[in-house]
């Protein structure tokens, strides 16, 4: 299976930066990476997914990064909003499976 | 559409009771999982259907069981709950006949297992 885990399990943002967040894994031969967005009290959502073949991928105010040759991928959020503050879970996949680690949780100040 | 649907939203139940959490959705989704939420260990799975009338074990499986009878409905149950089964409860679902990793998450149910 898919070993992945997040650099840092805090990370505070003042509002209106970009938010960095990054994540690792173990096995080369994954073929794709997925990012959950989790509010309080709320169950996780999709946000982004990237295949093995990209390098890069935007959505909406977020851009996932891969990095294949340090197996590295990150989470990048511009003009970070209040609505951002969140837990971020980079999950392994196996099998259609996700394997969520603890995450990290992103404070935003104002 | 509703999407996934969890109840109960919450629930207090005495060390040794039967308790039965509901999950319906209403996307077709082939595959449907429970996962559970502890603080600090992010959510780990307990069980997992990949079509109506299979299941599998995930994580940590002990002390839990689901059923499959249709494509909308995996309920879960804890036979005789005990105060280690305290947690959130998430119930998930996925298109992966599509080739997809997408899971889409119900609001969860908060027990309490006195």
């Known amino acids: 299976g898919e070993s992945v885990g997040l650099h840092l399990p805090t990370l505070s943002v003042q509002e209106g930066d970009n938010s960095i967040i990054n994540c690792a894994y173990s096995?080369?031969?994954?073929?794709?990476f997925i990012w959950y967005k989790q509010e309080s009290g709320k169950g996780p959502q999709f946000i982004i997914d990237i295949r093995s073949n990209m390098d890069k991928r935007q959505g909406q105010r977020v851009t996932v990064l891969l990095n294949k040759t340090v197996k590295h991928l990150s989470l990048q959020i511009a003009a970070t909003q209040p609505g951002d503050s969140a837990v971020y879970f980079c999950?392994?996949?196996?099998?259609?499976?996700?394997?969520f680690g603890a995450g990290t949780t992103v404070t935003v100040r104002a | 559409i509703a999407g996934i649907t969890q109840a109960p939203t919450s629930q207090i139940l005495a060390a040794g009771r039967r308790m039965t959490l509901r999950c319906t959705q209403d996307m077709r989704h082939n595959a449907m999982y429970w996962y559970r939420q502890d603080l600090g260990l992010g959510l780990r799975l307990i069980h997992y259907s990949n079509t109506a009338g299979t299941t599998g074990k995930g994580e940590v499986p002990d002390g839990y069981s689901v059923s499959r009878a249709n494509t909308d409905d995996f309920p879960l149950t804890l036979a005789s709950a005990v105060p280690s089964q305290t947690s959130v409860y998430f119930c998930a679902s996925s298109m992966t006949s599509q080739g997809g990793y997408i899971q889409y998450f119900g609001a969860g149910t908060r027990l309490s297992v006195l």
């Open positions: 096995n080369s031969a994954s073929d794709y």
């Open positions: 999950p392994g996949s196996n099998d259609y499976k996700l394997s």
